[in-house]
């Protein structure tokens, strides 16, 4: 408050916390002020002593203080508490004669008398100074000290509420709630029955306790359920399991929880009321309800005292729940009888019967009673001169609503809700004529509540206040059905049935039928956490004698026990005086009860055992109160801003000696205030002299003294809190009475369903729950107001200004509420019922709507009504304004407020804006043609302008046509004679036609399926049309941000036209019916969305110009199979078009190309799994949906393969078969058959050439050779393998022939398909991407344009979803986005860029050249593994290499045209050869080092295609020289045998070649190891393990270089030894080559040679490396043929 303004005349101390004290009340009585150093914060009343709490934490002491051994026993003046200095106290507590005080870090001092333990400190009588007192817990496990909020002290006892929201208590009685008999209790002990729960407050009388505890919500879920009752150990819950329904009660008594009187269970029963003279509109009240046992049928009077040990009553409570049974289950019979559950296990079954029966033959000729309902039990009003009637109803009904318990969790899915409610709660009464009128307010307002039954806690409420808070209220039961803020709460024993006036004048309506009113959801989801709960329930225990328990009985209890009759009330807050309770609730008012000697109850009941309201006049609202010894303080709102106190109790004269009143009589005749010559109040009597202590904003009561607390109004801030919180007050108790008294009854008429119509009746219910959560909150919001005025008085604890949204949202939504139901014509469907309902004379109506037209229209009455909150937004920023006016302008406080306010100014406007709205969208519907109303109303259209004024026209319309646009705020609806179309906003575009188009004043409207011209009547109005529209579709698009009719100059002058938006086509073709949601453009479209037909295709992607276009996704279910085909991949105008895979519900999958929607281009066909019945993979070209060109068929299921042509799915053309079998068929087919001439080999090289005619099948002239050289020659007809016939001739050649034509060599590879032929459409789409038509037909710079798109679009692509591609990946695209410099003449140095550019690119599949790469070595490993793995393949499978290798130069050279072709030279003399070398990465081929370099295609790519290919390729070489490779190794493993020397001689090396000495493996340096005759392994040893790297090698360059290398390391061996340079001679060099051949041991080493020889370079033949490789291929023949001598 540093920031607010001092007026000159306030001193600055004396204006907060001023303290006022009294005794008693009578007319002379004048307040005394005591003046403390400081504002005082908190006080606290004991018997004769005070405790003060001022600013800075100090606590002084007033009064008797007999515990003080310095001072005299009384002082006057307040005296520090100086053992407490150093301490920052927050608050403080009296008991009879002992205090507490709690600092700020939640310690607890006590001292005074510590008799009965109440202290907290052992073996100390008394305790004179504050003395700290420790809370520990030790469930945590070590023990822990507890922080404590508040402290509350009775006479022997004190309780504490600790941080943890757990009551501690200790001291003596059983008000302490402990599960113990041994007092006093010194040491803090933790109330058990209240642990799990959330405790806000607690408050001591003499010998009683009470707690308010927040019902258990969702969020208390965690906390671990009671279920048993920790004395007695049975379920607390009960489930009774019936035939078709289960009831669930809480009925549990425990017999530990009460003192036994002597008379045990003698039940209170008070006189007899019938002499009482009544007010008009109160009836009699009976005040017994006798208690239902078995003999329920003999208890006709209401005077009748059954006394009933528990056993009799366990048996009423089973009675009660049958009878509920039975209502239910004969919801079907006729009026009156209900029969029982068939069954039952009482004999007194047909008693109850009887019962029943009776009553509704005592129940007037015409009350028409509803099946199953509890009112069908209601006596009318004219029975109610007989009490005999209604108090047996009474006494039915009380022990029917106990028998069932308050917490109920719907366990069986079984149970009927709709049933249940329908019975629970009242669905019918009988109307009966003269009924007092309906405008009594005081008996509106006092509720009286009557007494009880049996010894468990019941209480009786008025049951139309409990029917939907009940229901719909949180559950108290932990660990149940708890889901949404209020759970489902069906059953409740606080449904006994009071006859309240109001209820009685209900009784005589028409039908009626329950409906909840108490939010269902999180009423306002942030405002749960924010906001103070008004979901209480109140808990007492201690001595009862005085029903100061309000359990309806004056039994002890031991335990905590909840008071059921103040559950649904909204207690915020409680009072206990020495032997009275008080309960404040959120409506301000005060429910009393204990006991009321003095008249301190404020009612005349004496004593009260249930809760009773207190009488105070109309509009009178309590927001604080206190109560001392034998009187009650209320602080109260009046007529004007400064808050009254009201007292009432006994009076105290001065110098008087106080004498005991008698019990007062019951009569409380006189409706008029009266002492009584006893010194007592009737009710709460006004005290006089409230108004000159200034803004009270708490009172205290104890002992006989009372004190008040009040501020002086500094600059108006004081009083502008005080005025802020009344008005919130008020205003929650003006929107219960609209709730009780308007809307509940509105909503149990009977026929109000049939009045409003299904979709009316569904607003007004949605209206209804908006208004109650709006309640709800007005409610919890003035409760934390109230705190605020008794706590701080501080703006910034205003939850108003930081959650300031909650309001907001609330009101707005309420408001949105309002007009969907004005404008479906709800007011005015509602006033017939209204009329029946309120009758001619609309009074009460128009006071609570504060209508203030001449004879309004009850719909405009009720239209005001609803609209009303609404005005309180205006109260808002007027008072926050104000609030705002009391600070400085530049203070965060001013600015704070200023900001609030115009929030809520704003809205204001906002929500009038809104009103006026849905009054024109009303009106139009009014006039606008009925059958088109039906379908164009809608609750939240609102409608923006029309045309019937001709304003807007069709273009070209024919003459006597009517076009009607009306545009609405989420559609532009075209009406015409009968029928009308309407354009949703979403997806409408307007723009406006330039004049010389379309003539004047023209529109284009453009929709997703057609296009209007509309024409203007002038430019005025076109242009209003076209803002109009504009600003529509920008609302919709944005969102209810700003609204449309406000016509703010602020808003954009037209929405984008691109947009996301959903909509359904509905013009036949491709998309009838269809469902589009994703981003359109100017009507199409375009951009990510998804199409949903309602055959249920599904497409998932991007779109352009209204087709599928991009990547997509698209599901199409197939009836039959209850499948679905999937494809996801690349469109083009709607049709598949590009690279994509098809997965087809007969479980083939097709990964490739398509054209038009067609298998189209190069792809992969799978199909069925390996297990399947035909499992079998295609891979090769396709033509428009066929198999039409070279393709590879592996058949799994025949061990099959072939590699040929294809012709519409057929193989056609030439081709190869081969089998696992190792049969090789090459050859020619004609309709999927061999047939022609053709090659046949089997395994064991049997070879046939001729015709065929069928697979496998020979037929015609052939040659048939064995594998020893033998051949027939002649006609053949018959199956492979099985047999054949022949007619020819034998030869066996060599008989005769010299040696050289020995054998008949069949060529193969003549009747297959060629390399270069092979594959064509893989090279084609490569050269497509490239953007050429064929190969080499275009330019370059468009091929690289179109792999700059290639890679971003894919980046974006993974981007999307990243876990697609590595880290190292993203690199190595980056690295590709950089273009190599592709024109100008090459050097060696951008021959290396790009040598390596082509690397990386062929790295990534998301390149051209990549995904080419890919492809191939996909087809390349297809063909070759497998059964594709015959060694009669290799020939081909080179040759494949080779013409891959020639097709992708020529695309290198296409992107690169400067690279000279295939041979060309690169001159380079000035390179230095040494950088040339270092800059090569290891992969490259490293020729010794020459001027210029030959350009060659192996060169350049086979480093990055080979090491993919090589292993399907090695294995082909591997099988073709397994003969020789056999041969030559175990030639190798024969002469490795031998140790050095002796192998070095055997193979002829010259004696001066032989190493004598070679370095010591030893650390020791320069020591050499001599070689002896024994020596293995160790001559040319680094030569040796050189040449062993050749087989880790994959390219032939690198092989060469390898073998370069281990001669390089021979020559250094040998120089070392000769110790001289050295040339060296073949004669010399091959020896000592073939021993570090023999000697590296290399298995395969025939197949390494055959292809270094097949992929050599050929520019390297003749060099250096050639030569090297002759004689390592001499080498390896060598070994073949040597003999060992």
């Not at 209220?473 to 024993?493: D, E, F, I, K, N």
């Not at 002896?1572 to 030569?1583: E, G, N, Q, R």
Request: with cysteine.
């Amino acid at each position: 408050m540093e920031t607010q303004r001092k007026s000159s005349e306030d001193d600055c101390g004396g204006q907060r916390g001023l303290l006022h004290t009294w005794k008693g009340y009578s007319y002379s009585v004048t307040p005394e002020r005591l003046l403390l150093p400081r504002p005082v914060l908190q006080v606290a009343l004991g018997t004769r002593h005070s405790v003060l709490l001022v600013e800075g934490g100090q606590v002084y002491s007033l009064g008797v203080l007999p515990w003080k051994q310095s001072q005299a026993s009384e002082t006057t003046t307040p005296t520090l508490e100086t053992a407490l200095s150093g301490q920052r106290v927050v608050a403080v507590a009296a008991g009879s004669f002992h205090s507490g005080a709690v600092t700020e870090d939640g310690g607890v001092h006590m001292w005074g008398d510590n008799g009965a333990g109440q202290c907290g400190l052992s073996g100390l009588s008394t305790v004179p100074n504050p003395t700290p007192v420790a809370l520990v817990d030790s469930d945590t496990g070590a023990a822990q000290t507890v922080p404590v909020l508040e402290l509350a002290c009775g006479e022997k006892n004190t309780l504490a509420l600790s941080v943890l929201r757990e009551v501690w208590a200790w001291g003596s009685g059983c008000q302490l709630g402990l599960n113990t008999t041994v007092f006093p209790v010194w040491k803090p002990q933790k109330v058990e029955l209240l642990k799990g729960r959330y405790v806000l407050q607690v408050a001591c009388g003499a010998s009683h306790s009470l707690a308010l505890v927040r019902c258990l919500g969702p969020q208390d879920v965690h906390r671990p359920p009671v279920d048993k009752c920790r004395q007695c150990n049975q379920l607390l819950y009960t489930m009774t399991d019936k035939e078709d329904h289960v009831i669930i009660s809480d009925s549990h008594y425990c017999p530990l929880g009460v003192e036994m009187t002597e008379d045990e269970g003698k039940l209170e029963a008070p006189a007899p009321t019938q002499g009482l003279k009544t007010s008009p509109s109160e009836p009699v009240l009976p005040s017994h309800i006798a208690s239902t046992s078995d003999s329920a049928s003999s208890a006709p009077a209401a005077n009748t005292d059954n006394t009933s040990d528990p056993s009799n009553n366990q048996n009423s409570e089973e009675e009660g729940a049958r009878l509920a049974n039975g209502g239910q289950l004969g919801s079907t019979q006729s009026r009156g009888g209900v029969p029982g559950v068939k069954s039952s296990p009482y004999p007194d079954e047909q008693a109850v019967k009887d019962y029943l029966k009776k009553l509704s033959d005592n129940t007037q000729a015409e009350a028409k009673t509803a099946a199953g309902g509890l009112h069908a039990l209601l006596p009318s009003v004219g029975g109610i001169g007989s009490s005999t009637t209604s108090s047996t109803l009474n006494n039915l009904v009380a022990s029917c609503a106990s028998a069932v318990g308050e917490r109920v969790a719907s366990t069986y899915e079984a149970l009927s809700l709709k049933k249940m409610m329908n019975f629970y709660l009242p669905s019918s009464a009988s109307r009966s004529e003269g009924v007092a009128g309906v405008g009594d307010n005081t008996a509106e307002r006092v509720r009286e509540e009557d007494s009880m039954q049996g010894k468990k806690s019941c209480s009786t409420g008025d049951i139309r206040e409990e029917e939907a808070e009940g229901l719909r209220r949180r559950l108290s039961l932990p660990g149940l059905l708890s889901q949404g803020r209020y759970a489902v709460h069906l059953l409740s024993s606080s449904y006994a049935l009071l006859l309240s006036p109001r209820l009685l004048r209900k009784a005589g309506r028409p039908k009626m039928r329950a409906i909840a009113l108490t939010p269902m959801g999180p009423g306002v989801p942030e405002a749960q956490e924010v906001l103070p709960t008004l979901q209480t329930e109140v808990w007492s225990w201690g001595h009862g004698e005085q029903g100061q328990l309000g359990h309806g009985d004056n039994l002890a209890r031991l335990q905590p026990l909840c008071i059921k009759s103040l559950n649904n009330k909204e207690v915020v807050r409680v009072a206990a005086g020495a032997h009275h309770s008080l309960a404040l609730t959120a409506q301000s008012q005060v429910f009393s009860w204990g006991s009321n000697s003095s008249g301190q109850l404020g009612h005349m009941e004496t004593p009260s055992t249930v809760p009773r309201l207190a009488k105070l006049s109309d509009g009178i609202r309590v927001w604080d109160a206190s109560a001392g010894e034998r009187h009650t303080l209320l602080l109260a709102d009046g007529d004007c801003i400064q808050p009254i106190i009201y007292y009432s109790g006994q009076q105290v004269k001065e110098g008087e000696e106080e004498r005991l009143s008698e019990e007062p009589s019951q009569q409380e005749g006189r409706e008029e205030e009266e002492e009584r010559p006893l010194g007592y109040t009737q009710q709460p009597v006004l005290l006089p002299f409230c108004m000159n202590l200034g803004y009270v904003s708490s009172v205290f009561a104890g002992g006989r003294k009372c004190m008040a607390l009040s501020d002086r109004n500094v600059m108006g801030f004081i009083a502008s809190l005080h005025e802020l919180a009344s008005a919130e007050r008020k205003f929650y108790c003006k929107l219960c009475s609209i709730k009780s008294q308007i809307i509940r009854p509105l909503l149990e008429l009977d026929t109000l369903s049939s009045v409003l119509g299904q979709v009316a009746l569904g607003l007004l219910q949605t209206l209804t729950g908006q208004f109650s959560t709006l309640c709800h909150m007005t409610g919890q919001h003035a409760t934390s107001l109230t705190a605020n005025l008794r706590r701080g008085r501080d703006v910034n604890s205003l939850l108003i200004l930081d959650h300031s949204k909650i309001f907001l949202d609330c009101h707005n939504d309420f408001c949105s509420t309002v007009g969907n139901f004005q404008v479906m014509g709800g007011f005015q469907a509602l006033t017939k019922p209204s009329l029946d309902f309120f009758g001619k004379s609309p009074e009460l109506l128009q006071r609570l709507s504060e209508c203030g037209e001449e004879n309004p229209t009850m719909a405009d009455l009720l239209v005001a009504l609803f609209y009303l909150p609404t005005r309180h937004l205006h109260d808002y920023g007027r008072l926050l304004l104000k609030l705002a006016t009391c600070f400085e302008v530049c203070s965060s406080d001013y600015q704070k407020l200023q900001d609030s306010c115009s929030k809520f100014e704003a809205l204001t406007l906002q929500l009038k804006r809104k009103k006026k709205e849905a009054e024109y969208t009303f009106h139009f519907w009014k006039s606008f043609p009925g059958k088109m109303t039906d379908s164009l109303r809608k609750p939240r259209r609102r409608l923006i302008c029309e045309s019937s004024n001709k304003a807007l026209t069709l273009q070209n319309a024919g003459r006597f046509s009517v076009n009607w646009f009306i545009l609405f705020n989420d559609a532009l609806v075209h009406a015409q004679f009968s029928t009308h179309h309407i354009f949703p906003l979403a997806t409408l575009w307007v723009e406006p036609i330039p004049e010389e188009d379309a003539g004047p004043h023209g529109l284009k409207v453009i929709t997703p399926e057609e296009t209007l011209t509309l024409l203007a009547s002038s430019p005025m109005e076109k242009s209003k049309w076209l803002r109009a529209i504009n600003q529509a579709v920008d609302q919709v698009l944005t969102g209810p941000g700003q609204d449309v009719a406000s016509g703010g100059s602020a808003q954009k002058s037209e929405p984008p036209i691109s947009r996301t938006a959903s909509y359904t086509f509905y013009k036949d073709g491709r998309l009838k019916e269809a469902t589009y949601e994703g981003r359109w453009l100017a009507g199409k479209p375009h951009g990510r969305g998804v199409l949903k037909w309602p055959d249920g295709r599904i497409y998932t992607g991007t779109f352009k110009n209204g087709l599928e276009d991009g990547f997509g996704e698209f599901v199409a279910p197939n009836k039959m199979l209850n499948k679905n085909d999937h494809y996801q991949g690349q469109w083009k105008d709607g049709k598949m078009h590009g690279l994509g895979t098809y997965s087809y519900t007969s479980g083939e999958v097709y990964d490739g190309f398509f054209q038009d929607g067609m298998r189209h281009g190069h792809g992969m066909l799978r199909s069925g799994k390996l297990n399947t019945s035909s499992p079998s993979v295609f891979i090769g070209q396709w033509l428009q949906d066929k198999k039409t060109g070279y393709g590879v068929f592996d058949d799994i299921t025949k061990g099959e393969k072939y590699m040929g042509m294809w012709q519409d799915h057929l193989r056609q053309g030439t081709g190869v078969v081969v089998t696992q079998f190792g049969l090789y068929y090459e050859g020619a087919f004609k309709d999927n058959k061999m047939m022609g001439t053709g090659i046949l080999l089997s395994e064991d090289d049997t070879t046939y050439e001729g015709e065929f005619s069928d697979d496998w099948t020979l037929n015609g002239k052939g040659v048939l050779t064995m594998a020893n050289g033998d051949y027939l020659e002649g006609s053949f007809n018959g199956e492979w393998g099985s047999g054949l016939k022949v007619t020819g001739s034998y030869f066996k050649p060599h008989l005769f022939d010299s040696d050289k034509d020995k054998t008949r060599v069949v060529k193969l590879g003549c009747l297959c398909v060629r390399a270069e032929d092979k594959w064509h459409a893989v090279f084609e789409e490569c050269w497509r991407y490239l953007g050429c038509e064929a190969p080499g037909r275009g330019e370059s710079q468009k091929a690289w344009e179109n792999i700059a798109v290639a890679l971003t679009t894919n980046r974006q692509h993974i981007q999307d979803s990243p876990e697609m591609l590595s880290r190292s990946h993203s690199k190595t695209l980056e690295s590709l986005e950089v273009i190599p410099q592709h024109v100008g003449p090459i050097t060696m140095e951008r021959y290396h860029t790009i040598r390596l550019y082509l690397i990386k690119a062929c790295d990534t599949p998301l390149h051209p050249l990549g995904r080419l790469v890919e492809t191939l070595v996909a087809v390349y490993r297809m063909t070759y593994v497998g059964v594709g793995a015959n060694r009669r393949l290799l020939h081909q499978a080179v040759n494949e290499i080779k013409s891959y290798l020639s097709r992708i130069f020529q695309i290198v050279r296409f992107l690169f045209p400067d690279l000279p072709e295939e041979g060309g030279l690169i001159s380079e003399p000035t390179t230095n050869p040494q950088d040339e070398k270092e800059s090569a990465s290891p992969d490259a081929p490293l020729d010794s080092p020459k001027p210029s370099r030959v350009v060659s295609s192996s060169a350049l790519l086979l480093p990055v295609l080979l090491p993919r290919l090589y292993p399907p390729l090695f294995t082909l070489y591997a099988l073709e020289k397994e003969k020789e490779d056999d041969v030559y190794w175990e030639c190798v493993l024969r002469l490795n045998k031998q140790p050095d020397l002796a192998l070095l001689a055997f193979l002829g090396v010259q004696q001066k070649f032989w190493p004598v000495s070679i370095p010591a493996s030893l650390p020791t340096l320069g020591q050499k190891q001599q070689v002896i005759s024994s020596t293995k392994d160790i001559c040319f040893a680094s030569a040796v393990e050189t040449l062993q790297q050749i087989s880790t090698t994959f390219t032939p360059s690198d092989k060469l270089q390898v073998i370069q290398l281990t001669f390089e390391e021979i020559t250094q061996e040998v120089q070392s030894l000769l110790k001289q340079d050295f040339l060296w001679s073949m004669d010399d060099l091959f020896p000592v080559f073939l021993y570090v051949v023999l000697r590296a041991r290399i298995r395969n080493l025939g197949s390494e040679v055959s292809l270094i020889e097949d992929l050599m370079d050929p520019c390297v033949q003749h060099g250096e490396h050639g030569i090297m490789f002759t004689t390592l291929k001499a080498c390896y023949y060598q070994i073949q043929h040597e003999k060992i001598t």
